[in-house]
């Protein structure tokens, strides 16, 4: 048997034209662009690269999108001038601060002072409690990526058994809250869970979000389970390095029903839903 492949190119191709249409519609009536400003801070490779695509594709939708590159030496007071400044800008609706931050500045207290209404991560606090409340603002965008990949996939998430590995802000604990208000009975591990294996393979949808490299074996697949890989893992192939998931791809497409390959599954999504939610805050923000 071989898993059908959940192709996040082309779904996310899909969502940025729905976003299009946003933005056009947006456009007509306010007659402005949404705007969104994202602050990278630092030189760090993989950042720089991030960055350049998110403000490319913001462009290429219609949206107005800012980068602003800071040095590497630059004082948390001033990021958060900058911050500040934005958050009272009329014309932004979306404010993206790249992470990793330099060691000096305060990772925490630079998130939560970005306005939650222009939050367009969703890793503000007062947007994370409103999700986990059940009335979501803006909620993280690799998440909602995984959820739409999981609608592709056909599965019936009422009763289904998901589970979530990885608890982190950014991925694990919203995509468990999202499966939850689709109805799911969800399971969330990490590194201290027992017979992870044996947990993994009662999973109807699994969601690997661990950050280690092929990680889950085919072996811990339910079979015909849809399995989402949002693992990101640079590995050394003899003399090449290459990216690989959390997910043994090869072994577990040959149980899964449904499985997002590594690159081009979950990652194109993320920008996609950037996008989805720059709009959403714009709208929010201006009806
Ligand atoms: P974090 O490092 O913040 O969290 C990793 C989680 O995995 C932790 O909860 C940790 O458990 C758990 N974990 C670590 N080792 C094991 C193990 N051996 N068994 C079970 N659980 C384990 O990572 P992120 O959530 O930020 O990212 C996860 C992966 O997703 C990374 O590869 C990252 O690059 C990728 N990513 C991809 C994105 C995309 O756009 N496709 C976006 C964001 C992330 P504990 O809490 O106990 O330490």
Known sequence: MSARVLDGKAVSQT????????VDRFVSKHGRRPGLEVILVGENAASVIYTRNKEKAANEVGIRGVLHTLPE???????????????????????LVQLPLPKHINEARVLESINPKKDVDGFHAINAGLLLSGRPNLVPCTPLGCMRLIQESGVDLTGAHAVVVGRSNIVGKPVAQLLLAKHATVTMAHSKTRDLPGLCRSA??????????????????????????????????GDKSRVVGDVAYAEAAEVAGAITPVPGGVGPMTIAYLLHNTVRAATLRSG
């Open 15 to 22: 969502v940025r034209n729905e976003v299009k249409g946003e």
């Open 204 to 237: 109807d949808v699994l969601v690997a979000a661990v950050g280690r490299a092929e990680l889950v074996r085919g072996e811990w697949v339910k079979p015909f389970a849809v399995v989402i890989d949002v693992g990101i893992n640079r590995i050394q192939d």
């Open 73 to 95: 030496t630059t004082s948390e007071s001033d990021v958060l001038a900058l911050l500040d400044r934005l958050n009272q800008d009329d014309a932004v609706d979306g404010i």
